[in-house]
Nanobody, 125 residues
Framework: VQLQASGGGLVQAGGSLRLSCAAS????????MGWFRQAPGKEREFVAS????????LYADSAKGRFTIFGDTAKNTVYLQMNSLTSEDTAVYYC???????????????????WGQGTQVTVSS
């Protein structure tokens, strides 16, 4: 599985961005697709996950109500729609794939096998 993340950029506070993660192979078949982010000097943290086979999406508390993760099976692409962005959302965002993770496992980056290269999101206040 190869993952290619894109869609980052510079946006003003209150604005929106949509990140994309294009997956090669059959990443949607039996995989959990996740988005993580890492700000300078901080650990990589979970943002959201999407598991098509379980019909399940999960979000970090910081993302609930503002971010939406969804997938397009035909395009083998998972998206992260981010609204009402604040400076706290500034980070490098990574997409990742892990084999059909159970709910308690999706929050840890260690559970994911494949990673994209990251895309920078910068929110100016």
């Amino acid at each position: 599985v190869q993952l290619q993340a894109s869609g980052g950029g510079l946006v003003q506070a209150g604005g929106s961005l949509r990140l994309s993660c294009a997956a090669s192979g059959r990443a949607f078949s039996g995989y959990t697709m996740g988005w993580f982010r890492q700000a300078p000097g901080k650990e990589r943290e979970f943002v959201a996950s999407f598991t098509k086979s379980r019909g399940r999406t999960l979000y970090a508390d910081s993302a609930k109500g503002r971010f939406t993760i969804f997938g397009d099976t035909a395009k083998n692409t998972v998206y992260l729609q981010m609204n009402s962005l604040t400076s706290e959302d500034t980070a490098v965002y990574y997409c990742a794939a892990g084999r059909n993770l159970i709910s308690s496992s999706v929050y840890s980056p260690l559970q994911y096998t494949y990673w994209g290269q990251g895309t920078q999101v910068t929110v100016s206040s």
